[in-house]
């Protein structure tokens, strides 16, 4: 199987602090890759690195192959990107929006797959509401749409199902699942440890910008361990070092 | 409340200390006490043909119309707070979550605002007129006056403005009825009595025959301005499910030919939705701009023939170069992170946002030109409007980027700012003033502004994106 995100030694340092220090992963083809970590960990900066929003200040970040440092732009083209806190701009309608992605990212049929990400997560009757009247819950599933509108082969979406009710987050579950059995890599980054164990083919735990484990969720499982208590234990005894 | 208040003064220290630094900072009223107090040195110069109180009302005019442009915080509902500093954690968004209504924390966001003002730009500007009039001959009383009436001056603008814009978004009518009734009876003024309003400004009366008495009275009537625009402010501007028809897809037809038709479509829907595009219109240009021409006819009789005329169209292109603050102040670059849009993109769809707005300048001085009898001037005046504008507009991108509303107050990038400005203009207007025509010459300036566009984009591009 290809890597198609790669990281090696991959540092981020704002000031005295350092976010990433010295992280190197890398994720296949088709995978659902869970980014695991409590608050403060580096997750959004590895998704800001690996988009190329952000420099590294030591090592490197590739994606699809590209250098994400350098080709940021090449890489935000190819890939679909739900981020950590921005909310769609207000003063646009959600099918304006989703318009605005597309003539972007230059889809051209972008009216047929807008109705159908309506329909998927049901927010049609809100498609002409301006984006600062929609609920957290709408305003998440428009991001959600935007991150795939273009059929990406790959998508790094920050805790997506947040505000999302039961219903919706497990319409979006299915949909990741059925996403990576096309040859499509989704990298995830949450809290969810038991999302994680659900529906990741693999993970990776990072503990104050520090990569403490990598792996695969089938392997873990074969050997009798679950992931909430695994990911609890490494990160007690990170803490405790 | 003075709690809520001094932790509302620390953060905004804050948000600008962590971007470039306390020292620079606080170095910026100092860099103002700097600059006025070796240009009170001037003054002396200036006397033999511009007496002395007549240069004082262009100080009241400057800060008049600052307040004027500061002061639109009716336009600021939440969506705007929002917008202006993302979605950040800051104490004004805390009425959701501590015990206290939005109308107080609103309260105490625009007395900080206003307090900072005062304290980055009115003060130190008097303090340096103060400390130099020992040595220029200026009267110390006359320059210890300064001190209350500037302020009195700046709060007045803004006050004047925030009133206007909370009636605007309550209510369009109302605002227009409100400047109606200030536009007759300064006509009033002018027609019937045939004096400027602009001598019978509060401030400037105070100057020039102070009492305490009127100056509390001039006081308790901003006190009471400032009141009423609170208790008409309305925080939240009603969440709706009102369904809106399709603005995006036809703009970014009509804006095809332009380098980046969906990012300037967007900021023409943004303008338009917020009601920003015409509020800011009115508050932060037509309005300043009149007190301007007010405020500057009184020294029409010093200057050469048409350099009245022809120095309003150069102001008119100072303010029109804010424009491009306007148009940044929408968007944090956040909110295109998700999409392949560079830096360097957006700045070069700002500009291009700005220039469209350009028409409204240009319009404005045609207009001037007509009314005031100077329409012979009109193209090489709007041409030095124009020019100024985009120059100005050029060196604030290249300095500050997609913030500069946040990194004008680097006093490194405001020393800049200014003395590249002030030196081009300088030469620019004493050469419109020996012949009017001569102003038509500043269309040179739209090459330096665009190489410093140029270099904003590479700039820019090459730093990661700011944010708070």
């Known amino acids: 199987m290809t890597a198609v995100l790669e990281t090696d030694n991959l540092c981020k340092r704002y000031g005295d602090v350092t976010a990433l220090d010295h992280v190197s992963l890398a994720v296949e083809e088709g995978a659902l890759f869970g980014l695991l970590g409590p608050n403060g960990s580096g997750k959004t900066t590895m998704i800001r690195l690996l988009t190329g929003q952000i420099r590294p200040s030591g090592g490197s970040a590739r994606v699809l192959g590209l250098d994400a440092a350098r080709e940021g732009i090449r890489v935000r083209e190819r890939v679909g990107i739900i981020p950590e806190q921005e909310s769609p701009p207000s003063f646009l309608t959600a099918m304006e929006y989703l318009e605005f992605v597309g003539t972007i990212r230059k889809v051209h049929d972008i009216e047929e797959r807008a109705e159908k990400w309506f329909d998927l997560l049901e927010f049609g009757d809100k498609k002409h509401v301006l984006c600062k009247d929609l609920s957290r819950g709408t305003r998440q599933k428009l991001m959600f749409a935007q991150a795939f509108i273009h059929e990406p082969s790959v998508a790094l979406i920050d805790e997506p199902l947040i505000n999302l009710d039961p219903i919706m987050q497990d319409v979006v579950k299915e949909f990741l699942k059925g996403y990576v059995k096309s040859e499509r890599t989704v990298f995830l980054s949450t809290h969810s440890l038991e999302v994680a164990e659900e529906i990741c083919s693999s993970f990776a735990i990072l503990h104050r910008g520090r990569l403490l484990h990598s792996g695969s969720v089938s392997g873990l499982m074969e050997a009798g361990e679950h992931l909430p208590e695994f990911f609890l234990s490494l990160v007690r005894r990170g803490r405790d070092a | ?468």
């Not at chain 2, 409204?360 to 009109?378: C, D, Q, R, S, Y």
């Open chain 2, 1 to 468: 409340m003075p709690e809520l208040f001094w932790r509302m003064m620390k953060e905004e220290w804050r948000i600008h200390s962590t971007m470039f630094g306390q020292i620079s900072f606080a170095l910026f009223p100092v860099m103002i006490f700097g600059i006025v107090w070796m240009s009170a040195f001037l003054l002396p110069m200036l006397h033999a043909s511009l007496p002395q109180v007549d240069l004082a009302f262009l100080a009241y005019a400057i800060f008049l119309s600052l307040g004027f442009m500061v002061g639109g915080f009716g336009l600021l509902g939440n969506e705007m707070m929002n917008r202006r500093f993302g979605q950040a954690s800051l104490l004004v968004y805390s009425a959701r979550s501590l015990p206290l209504s939005e109308r107080f924390i609103f309260a105490n966001f625009v007395i900080k605002d206003t307090v900072y003002y005062l304290l980055l730009w009115v003060f130190p500007f008097c303090f340096g007129y103060i400390a130099a009039s020992p040595f220029t001959g200026a009267s110390l009383q006359k320059a210890l006056l300064l001190l209350p009436t500037l302020a009195l001056s700046f709060i007045s603008g803004l006050c004047t403005i925030f009133l206007l814009s909370t009636l605007y978004v309550r209510s369009k009518a109302a605002c227009w009825a409100a400047i109606l009734a200030v536009s007759l009876s300064l006509g009033y003024m002018v027609v019937l009595n045939g004096s400027n309003p602009a001598l019978n400004f509060p401030p400037y009366m105070l100057y020039m025959n102070f009492s305490w008495g009127a100056f509390i009275v001039a006081c308790l009537m901003l006190a009471a301005l400032f009141s009423l625009s609170l208790l008409l402010f309305s925080p939240e501007q009603g969440v709706t499910t009102k369904q809106y028809r399709g603005l995006l897809r036809p703009l970014i037809h009509r804006f095809r030919r332009l380098p980046n038709p969906p990012l300037t479509a967007k900021d023409f829907v943004d303008l338009h939705r917020s009601g920003i595009g015409i509020g800011q219109a009115i508050f932060s240009f037509l309005l300043p701009l009149i007190a301007i021409f007010l405020f500057l006819s009184l020294i029409d009789p010093y200057l050469p023939a048409h350099g009245f005329f022809i120095l309003f169209s150069l102001i008119t292109g100072v303010v029109a170069s804010t424009m491009y603050t306007w148009v940044t102040e929408f968007d944090s670059f956040g909110a295109y992170a998700c999409l392949p849009v560079a830096t360097s993109t957006l700045i070069q769809s700002k500009v291009t946002t700005f220039a469209i707005l350009q028409a409204i300048p240009a319009v404005f001085i045609a207009a001037a030109a007509f009314l005031t009898g100077e329409g012979a001037f009109a193209l090489p005046a709007i041409v030095f409007c124009l020019s100024s504008s985009f120059f100005g507009a050029g060196v604030m991108a290249y300095l500050c980027g997609l913030s500069p509303g946040v990194l004008i107050y680097n006093v490194n990038v405001l020393f800049t700012y200014l003395v590249v400005n002030g030196a081009v203009f300088a030469i620019l207007s004493a050469l419109s003033f020996a012949n009017p025509l001569f102003a038509s010459i500043s269309v040179v300036l739209l090459v330096p502004a665009l190489l410093f566009v140029e270099r904003a984009m590479s700039r820019w591009d090459s730093v990661d994106p700011i944010g708070f």
